[in-house]
């Protein structure tokens, strides 16, 4: 069965330093999706992105975010200076219609843990 | 604003019993849901999701209901194994779907 794959499983990255969190959709899949999860708390949409651009984004996605489908597989998420708060599982998800009965699949995350 | 929230967080049940998690949602302009499990170190696993237009889905040992008079949301899972152990959030789809809001979850415990 397709899944969504997630690299790393775990970044450690000091305060201030950006980091790529990579994702790999399912092939046939158009439309992608970030959500992060802090620790204990419920699971918050970031984004989500369709024929290569932003279609939705949160309030938490700011200008320290951004996305980007660099090649035909691949769908990264980067934030250019990470805080303390940063610090949470990342998931991304991806579906191949924004409808339903069409599930978003989602990979099995990185921990972020910035200090 | 939109809300998706659980009334219990923390279900223990014994093998073999019925479970039943609950969900309680505020947007009434909400048309699809979703249950999802998450597994200890996992991302969130669908379970099953219905649309507005229906009040119940069934799927293999699970059922969703669905009463939008009371914006609830409910979750059954018939003959409960340990296998199910997990924590069990609902979702709501706004319109397009363009992202899913999720409750804070309920923990399912199952007892041998």
């Known amino acids: 069965e397709p899944e969504v794959t997630q690299t790393p499983s775990h970044q450690v990255t000091q305060m201030g330093q950006e980091v790529i969190l990579r994702c790999v959709p399912i092939?046939?899949?158009?439309?992608f999706y970030w959500y992060r999860q802090i620790l204990g708390q419920k699971v918050e949409f970031l984004v989500s992105?369709?024929?290569?651009?932003?279609?939705?984004k949160s309030e938490i996605f700011d200008d320290q975010f951004s996305v980007e489908r660099p090649d035909g597989s691949n769908f990264t998420l980067k934030i250019r200076s990470t805080k303390l708060e940063d610090s949470a599982m990342y998931f991304c998800?991806?579906?191949?219609?924004?409808?339903?009965?069409?599930?978003?699949?989602f990979g099995p995350g990185t921990r972020l843990t910035v200090t | 604003g939109e809300s998706v929230g659980l009334h219990l967080p923390t279900l223990s049940v014994q093998e073999g019993d019925n479970s039943i998690i609950n969900c309680a949602y505020s947007?009434?302009?909400?048309?699809?849901f979703i249950w999802y499990k998450q597994e200890s170190g996992k991302g969130p696993q669908f379970i099953i999701d219905?649309?507005?237009?229906?009040d119940k889905r069934q799927g293999q040992r699970v059922t969703v209901l669905l009463n939008k008079t009371v914006k609830h949301l409910s979750l059954q899972i018939a003959a409960t194994q340990p296998g199910d152990s997990a924590v069990y959030f609902c979702?709501?789809?706004?319109?397009?779907?363009?992202?899913?809001?999720f409750g804070t979850g309920t923990r399912l415990l199952v007892s041998p």
């Open positions: 998800a991806s579906s191949n219609s924004p409808g339903g009965p069409a599930e978003q699949y």
């Open positions: 092939s046939n899949h158009l439309y």
């Open positions: 992105f369709y024929n290569n651009e932003i279609s939705e």
């Open positions: 947007n009434s302009a909400s048309d699809y």
């Open positions: 219905i649309r507005s237009n229906m």
């Open positions: 979702a709501e789809g706004d319109t397009g779907f363009q992202k899913l809001v």
